[in-house]
C-alpha cells in the first residue's frame, strides 16, 4: 500500500521518507500545519504516485476531499499559515485507463 521506502527526490529524504496512514487519516487537511503537508510533499518529491491505479490511490489516502470527475483529485493538506484562506491541496491528475498521470501541491 503506501507505507513504503521512497528514492530519487530532491527536499525530502526519500532513503528514509515513510507514508503514515495513521497520521494521514488522523488529521482532516484543513488545520494549520496539518501533517498531511510533509507527506503530500514526500509522495510528490519522491515521484511515488505516478503510474498507481486510482483504487490503490483512494485506498491509501482515502476519497478525495474534491474532484473533477474521475480526472483529477484534491486532497486538502493544510493551511501554510494563518493568513491563508484556503487550504493547500495535493492534486492529482488520471490519466485515462485510470493510473495517476502528475501529481502536485497548490498553495
Keep these: 500500500m503506501l507505507a513504503t521506502t521512497l528514492?530519487?527526490?530532491?527536499?525530502?529524504?526519500?532513503d528514509t521518507f515513510r507514508f503514515d496512514?495513521?497520521?494521514?487519516?488522523?488529521?482532516?487537511?484543513?488545520?494549520?500545519?496539518?501533517?498531511?503537508?510533509?507527506?503530500?510533499?514526500?509522495?510528490?518529491?519522491?515521484?511515488?504516485l505516478p503510474g498507481k491505479p486510482r483504487r490503490e490511490i483512494r485506498d491509501g489516502l482515502g476519497p478525495p476531499y474534491d474532484h473533477a470527475g474521475k480526472r483529477l483529485w484534491a486532497y486538502a493538506?493544510?493551511?501554510?499559515?494563518q493568513m491563508a484562506s484556503e487550504?493547500?491541496?495535493?492534486?492529482?491528475?488520471?490519466?485515462?485507463?485510470g493510473r495517476v498521470k502528475g501529481a502536485h501541491i497548490e498553495r
Design 7 to 14: 528514492a530519487g527526490c530532491s527536499n525530502t529524504d526519500c
Design 21 to 48: 496512514n495513521t497520521t494521514w487519516d488522523g488529521h482532516t487537511g484543513v488545520e494549520e500545519n496539518s501533517p498531511r503537508r510533509a507527506l503530500a510533499a514526500g509522495l510528490v518529491e519522491c515521484k511515488w
Design 77 to 81: 493538506i493544510g493551511s501554510p499559515d
Design 87 to 97: 487550504p493547500s491541496e495535493l492534486i492529482i491528475r488520471f490519466d485515462p485507463e
